[in-house]
Structure formats: structure tokens, C-alpha cells
């Protein structure tokens, strides 16, 4: 949130950035009793709180708490969407363009609006800011429990920022719905009329099994990864398919800004 980044600037006091977060918690439950003959004003809190603990993750209706029934659920999500505190990101099949025509809303991951706020909502407290600082920069997956699902977050939020601001985006990722299969990409997209996988990692290194699957059931060339690396490229020599090559233009996390220009040097 812009004043709780202004806070950091003004006195790098992680606590006072802190406090303006649950300011603003506090601000959208304050609100929601303004809805309450529509629907119920804890029905909202817990849902918003539960986008926080299940965020990029697929949402589960009944890990809401209290005795809610899913369509109950459904109409809080809806309201959340429209009030742009959570982003749903649906489930497509992604043979090809438009997206939308194959997407599954029964399997939607919610985003939040803001990392800050959910880590809030997740009750992380900040305190000694050099151990803080260390955690979040440095920290193993193992450390910070949550840092790959913040880490997909943020590139989905980045992305966002970036797109024209007159239309409400939709948002895609792929799972494979083969039964006991794990492969999942984080984001699918579109460039030049041509499906765009983007895998998100919260470290410098991890497994691409899951794009490497996704590219190779979609016949696709290209990909983003999108990580704590600097900028860069690879190929990777596809021995499932024939040699086929795949291309990945490497974008860092800091940097996603920059992912259209890195677009441009793929040969499409």
C-alpha cells in the first residue's frame, strides 16, 4: 500500500509500516457491516482471511470458517472480487486462444490485493528488523513457510500493474487434472496469439517438470521463469519430444516490469 511504503521511506521502521497495514484491515472489516443486508459481515471477514491462508492455492469452500454453505462462500468471494480485495485466478486447459474458453471457475486460487496485507492477515509480526529483513530477503522455503506462495503472488500482482487499467483482467493458471498428478504452472498467459506459460520460483533454482509437461502436451516454444535470478535465458533439450527445444527468457521478481521488452527477443 502506498502509505505504508511512503512510512518506509520516511523512518525505515518496519513496525510502523505495521501499524498502517492493520489500519487498513481494520478499515475494510469496518465496512463490511455496510453489507449485512446482503450478506453476513463475519461471512466476509472469515473469507478474506481465508484467501489469506489459502492464497495460490486452489480455494476451498469449506476451510471457511464457520458453518457456511459453499454458495454462501461463493456470494462472499464475489463480493470480494468485485470490491478488488481478492483476485481469482481460474483454471484453463490452455489449447489455445482465448483463454477463457477453457477455463474452470470450480478451480479458482485467490490472490490477494496487497503482499503486505496478507502477511498481516497472516498475523507475521515485524519486529527486530535486521532478523526480518534477513528472513525475507535470504530465507530457505523451509524458513519462511509461506515464501513460495508470496513469491507467486507477487508476480501475479506485478503483472497486473502492468496491464491496461480500464478493464477488469482475468487471470489463468494450468493444472494437469490426470489423476495423482502434481504438474502446475503458475500462470498461463498470452503473446502474439500464442499461449505464454510463466512458472514463478521463490528461490534461484527449483525443478520445471511442470512446464516442462505443460510445453510439451501444448506443443509450446517459449516461457517465462520468473525468480530471485538475474536476467537470462536457457534452452532445454526436450528428450520426451523428439529433441524438441524449449526456450525460457528468465525474469527476475524485482524486474517483472520489464517482461514485455524480454518478450520482444523470443522468436515467435
Known amino acids: 500500500m502506498p502509505e505504508a511504503v511512503a512510512k518506509w521511506v520516511e523512518t525505515h521502521d518496519y513496525l510502523a509500516c505495521q501499524e498502517i497495514q492493520d ?9 463490511f457491516p455496510k453489507y449485512r ?43 470480494l472480487t468485485k470490491a478488488g480485495i481478492v483476485i481469482p485466478v481460474t483454471h484453463t486447459d490452455a489449447n489455445g486462444l482465448p483463454l ?6 470450480s478451480y479458482q486460487k485467490m ?46 500482482l506485478e503483472s497486473l500493474h502492468y496491464r491496461t487499467p480500464n478493464i477488469r483482467h482475468e487471470m489463468y493458471y494450468w493444472q494437469r487434472q490426470a489423476k495423482n498428478s502434481q504438474a502446475e504452472v503458475d500462470y498461463i498467459s498470452s503473446y502474439r496469439q500464442t499461449v505464454l506459460p510463466v512458472e514463478v520460483k521463490a528461490e534461484i533454482q527449483g525443478g520445471m517438470k511442470s512446464l516442462w509437461i505443460f510445453m510439451r502436451e501444448k506443443k509450446l516454444t517459449n516461457a517465462i521463469r520468473s525468480s530471485l535470478e538475474n536476467f537470462g535465458a536457457f534452452d ?19 524486474a517483472i516490469s520489464q517482461m514485455s521488452t524480454l518478450l520482444e527477443s523470443f522468436n515467435w
Not at 238 to 249: L, W, Y
Open 100 to 105: 477463457g474458453s477453457e477455463a474452470d471457475k
Open 23 to 31: 489500519d487498513i484491515v481494520v478499515t475494510y472489516e469496518d465496512d
Open 236 to 254: 532445454y533439450e526436450d528428450s520426451e519430444a523428439s529433441g524438441a527445444i524449449r526456450h525460457v527468457q528468465i525474469c527476475p521478481l524485482y
Open 37 to 79: 443486508k446482503k450478506i453476513d459481515p463475519t461471512l466476509l471477514r472469515n473469507t478474506m482471511r481465508s484467501a489469506a491462508v489459502q492464497a495460490t492455492k486452489k480455494f476451498v469452500y469449506s476451510a471457511v470458517e464457520g458453518d457456511y454453505k459453499a454458495a454462501e462462500v461463493k456470494k462472499a468471494l464475489n463480493l
Open 111 to 156: 490472490l490477494l490485493l496487497d503482499t503486505g496485507l496478507m502477511l498481516r492477515l497472516l498475523n507475521m509480526t515485524t519486529g527486530d528488523v535486521s532478523e526480518l529483513t534477513e528472513q525475507i530477503l535470504t530465507s530457505n522455503v523451509t524458513d519462511l513457510v509461506n515464501k513460495g506462495p508470496m513469491a507467486e503472488m507477487l508476480a501475479g
